[in-house]
Structures are given as structure tokens and as C-alpha cells.
């Protein structure tokens, strides 16, 4: 690339809301008082539910979509207010990519990734060694010359952040840019963006429904759910400690750790007036998700601790496990005080008689 | 069959191909833009513009729904301004044209309306312009279903044309009328039918080898 580091700019949504008037006179608020700072170079993931409100937000990054209260800052510059020309300079400096990649079927691959170049008003003599640059960049150089149709929706996701990229954007939108995508095509592209993100600078802010992505990816992530942001922070952080139940429930599919389901049907909410077990979630973190410290619980406490399901996985390079286990109510306070003191965090889930 | 009768026929066929070719042009001419403006001036779109959307449409609508040979008739005034009479060959080109018109606009309108809103949003977020959009994106993405529409276009006007003997437009459909009905000479109706059949088949088959030539939404067997 001939441009070896482009810096990035921040984003900032200040109070934002978008209000639709309703047939009958109604408003309905796709988002409310939505505050969010993305830091510039981060790699920020926004996941919701389908009609959370989160493609409206990402959409007002560029302008797609204007708030109806509030203001969107990008380096600096108010979005929502801006048109005509100046709106169209700012687009230039926010890339995005489209989960059905958006691509022109009647231009090859270096013409579609030519295309911002031309809108820009590039000269065409500077067009074609920056599109080969990009073409090499997403590792499409052998297709320079194939339409969209021939290719594989990896392979047209390339063009779509080859394309993204062409004028140099200090932003870059993914709007459900892996979810067309199978798992392990998923995996390249996202490995593409975050070299992207490192070699360039650029911040790039994401839209997913899938945990998986962000847990791969991104530094940051907030949670939307009916318009409003209802938890955000670093990944790890709301991995390990989520706060809120959408959060909860979104982590539930990608942590994989499911009670098994004869657990599951005898789980009840109050303890059984007779000994029974206690069934407890324990998330290890940061340096003690390593530690053996259930086989420690058994060693020194003499506390028999039944494992019923587990996994220990990383976000970024740190790892971070889940198990969730059940133990003798009589003795499962004082191992959770354990736990808790070597840093673990435990979560009650119920018991069985 | 007489030297005569051939050389009518070849005569006819030329003023058919005169008179469709020339509307076919100053239809595109005129119909081509109609129709990008009507794919785009709604409320919200891009030359946004819902008034001047809704009377051209109107206009359209009331064009499409008279009768070719009523048409024909009504304009006489209009086509005797235009071409300074209103009778023979070139005449019949005015009515052509204004029937064409609106029919290819609608064609265009409908080719446009296939093209993807997610490329609309694309070249949006790109920062490109209205017109820009429409040079880059629109027409060559719908260039296709224009090629389509244009040959449905000129099918049609070569069906069209066969009726403007009613004005003294002369072709393959007004010597059908006097030779073949008018005179009995029912293997004259038989050429002419066959020579307009031959027409369309040509007009048919070229246009749709230059829509799949275009056309890069789907890899073709055999293709690369």
C-alpha cells in the first residue's frame, strides 16, 4: 500500500435519537438517548437483535440516516448536520462494507474497487496502481479481470472492504459485514479487517448479531436492545462481568456453556428444604483463569464439586473460562467466598434436589 | 410473382424499417430520460421531486391508454405542425414517436426500479452525487433490462407501423391492406406477414444477444 498509515478518527454519538412518525400520528423511537464514545484505532462492535436499532446507528455514521436529536461526530465533525458537498467530503472519509456486499455486477473487481476513486475524481492515471494496491491488499490479484457473479462471497466481501478502502477513510462501517458468510470464510475476513485495522489505523466500527464476531475482533463492544445502549466496555470486561440480561443472553450462545438438559428441567429457584445441590456458574478471568482452583476447592476445603459443563476460550490474547458446576448447598457459601477471593466471579443458577 | 409486385414489397419493407428506425431513435431519445427521471423523482429518491413525478406519470398513463389508430387521428394538427403534413411515410413518424415514448419510459422506469437499493446506498456512502449515481451505477446496472425493454419497444413499433396506412404511411402493413384485402391477392398477405414475421424474429434475437452479452449478474456456461 502506498499510504502506510492513514490516522484514524473518533466517533461520537451525543444524545442521539431517531424518532419515525407513525401512521395515526404516532412516533416510534428506533433509538433514544443514545451517548457512545468510540476511541479512534479501536475496533468497536455494536450487537443487538434485529430491530434493535443498531444498523440506524451505524447509518448515521455516514449519514445514511440523520438523527433527530443529538449530534454524530466524526474527528470532530458534526454528521447529522452536514449536506450537499460537505456531507459527500465526509463520506470520503468513512469506508463501508454491507453484509450483501453491494457490489456492481456489470464492473469487474478492479473496477468496482476503481469506482469511490472515480467519484472522488481521482485522475485515471493515478486510479489503476492504487486499485492494484488494493486488489494485492485483499489478496484478489489473480481476479482483477472476474465479474462479482464468478466469485465466492468471501471473495466479494474482499472487493467490498478493497472498495471501502480506496479513498484512504480514517473509518471504516461494517454493517453485518460476516453474517452472508459461513464460519470459516467469517474467520478470514474478520483476520482481514483486523490487519486492516493494525497496519492502516483506521477505526472501524461494526454491526453484528453475533457475539462470535465481536468476541474476535473487537476492543470494545456496546449492547443495544429497543433503541437505547444498555450496557458497553471493554470486550473482556463485558465478557467476563455482563451486567445486563440482553448481554447475558447474547453471551449464553457464543460462550457455549449450556447446563445439560436433565440439569436444566430439574433446576429450581429455591432451595430444596432437604440437602440437594447448588448449581453455580463460575466465569475465571484474567490471570486466574488458568489456576486450578475448583481441584483446589476439593484438596484443602474437601468440597466435592461436580463439573457439568465448561469451557475456557480467549478474547484477544487473554482467556477467560466458564463452568459451571453444582455443589452441597450446606458448603456451596463458603466455597463461593473462596472463589470470589481468588477472583473468580460465581453466579447462582439454582438448585437441584 | 411480377418484378412489379417484388419491387412493392422491397419498397414497403424499406419504409417499415424507415419509419421503425427512426422512431426507435427519437423514442430512446426522448423516452430514456423520461423514464430515469420517473425511476427516480419520488418522494426520497434521488432527484426527488414527488409533483413533477406524479403529473409526468399522468401523462404517460393518458398517452399509453389511447388507441394507436385514435392516436393516430387526434394529433393530426400536431403532426402537420411537425412535419408540415400530415400524410405519408414520414408523417406517420409523429405518431410512432409519441406512442413510443411513453412506452419506453415506462420500460426504463422498470429496469431502473430492478437495480438493487443496496448499490444506491453504496455509491451513497462513497459520496457520490445524484447524477454521478445515475451514470455510474443505475444505467449501467439496468443496461440489461433496458436492452430488453428497447427491443420490446421496436417489436412493438413494427406492429405499430403496420397501422399508420390510415394516414397515408405506407410499409409492409398498408401494402398487406391494399394488395392482400383490398385487392384479393392473398399470397401478397402471405409475403407480408411472413417478411413482418421474419422482422420481429431478427429484432427479437439480436437484442436479446446484446442483453445477455451485458449482462454479468450470473456466470454463463462455458464463460471464462
Known sequence: ?353 | MSANLINLLLEATGQTLYMVAISAILGTLFGLPLGLFLATSQRGELLSAPWVNKILGLVVNATRSVPFIILVVAIIPFTRMVAGTSIGTTAAIVPLTIATVPFIARLVENAIREVDSGLIEAARAMGATPVQIIRKVLLPEALPGITLGLTLAIVSLIGYSAMVGAVGGEGLGDLGIRYGYQRFMPDVMAIVVIILIVLVQLVQSIGERIATAVDKRATKSGGQ
Open chain 1, 1 to 353: 500500500m502506498t499510504d502506510t498509515n492513514i490516522q484514524g478518527a473518533s466517533i461520537a454519538f451525543d444524545r442521539v435519537g431517531k424518532a419515525y412518525a407513525k401512521a395515526g400520528g404516532a412516533t416510534v423511537n428506533a433509538l433514544e438517548g443514545v451517548s457512545l464514545d468510540v476511541a479512534s484505532g479501536s475496533i468497536t462492535g455494536i450487537i443487538g437483535r434485529s430491530g434493535a436499532g443498531k444498523s440506524t446507528l451505524l447509518r448515521m455514521v455516514n449519514g445514511l440516516e440523520r438523527p433527530t436529536s443529538g449530534n454524530v461526530l466524526v474527528g470532530g465533525q458534526d454528521v447529522g448536520a452536514a449536506k450537499g458537498a460537505k456531507l459527500r467530503m465526509i463520506r470520503r472519509d468513512v469506508g463501508m462494507i454491507f453484509q450483501h456486499f453491494n457490489l456492481l455486477s456489470s464492473r469487474t473487481v478492479a473496477g468496482n474497487i476503481a469506482l469511490p476513486l472515480e467519484v472522488a475524481g481521482v485522475p485515471s492515471a493515478q486510479i489503476k496502481p492504487r486499485v492494484a494496491d488494493l486488489i494485492d491488499r485483499v489478496g484478489l490479484s489473480a481476479q482483477a479481470g472476474r465479474y462479482p457473479a464468478e466469485l465466492s462471497g468471501g471473495q466479494k466481501q474482499r472487493i467490498g472492504i478493497a472498495r471501502a478502502l480506496a479513498t484512504g477513510p480514517k473509518v471504516l462501517l461494517s454493517d453485518e459485514a460476516t453474517s452472508a458468510l459461513d464460519p470459516e470464510t467469517t474467520q478470514t475476513v474478520l483476520a482481514l479487517l483486523k490487519d486492516i485495522n493494525r497496519d492502516l489505523g483506521l477505526t472501524i466500527l461494526l454491526i453484528t448479531h453475533e457475539m462470535a464476531v465481536v468476541r474476535d475482533i473487537a476492543s470494545h463492544v456496546a449492547v443495544i436492545d429497543a433503541g437505547k445502549i444498555v450496557e458497553h466496555g471493554a470486550t473482556y470486561d463485558i465478557f467476563t462481568a455482563p451486567q445486563h440480561a440482553t448481554t447475558r443472553s447474547f453471551l449464553s450462545g457464543v460462550t457455549g456453556v449450556m447446563l445439560p438438559a436433565f440439569v436444566k428441567e430439574r433446576l429450581t429457584q429455591t432451595a430444596p428444604e432437604v440437602d440437594g445441590e447448588e448449581v453455580v456458574r463460575v466465569t475465571f478471568a484474567g490471570a486466574h483463569a488458568t489456576d486450578p482452583m475448583l481441584a483446589r476447592l476439593t484438596q484443602d476445603m474437601g468440597i466435592p464439586v461436580n463439573i457439568l459443563a465448561g469451557a475456557v476460550e480467549e478474547i484477544g490474547t487473554r482467556p477467560f473460562g466458564n463452568l459451571l458446576v453444582s455443589m452441597p448447598i450446606a458448603q456451596a457459601g463458603q466455597a463461593r467466598a473462596f472463589l470470589e477471593q481468588h477472583g473468580l466471579l460465581t453466579e447462582v443458577l439454582g438448585y437441584v434436589g
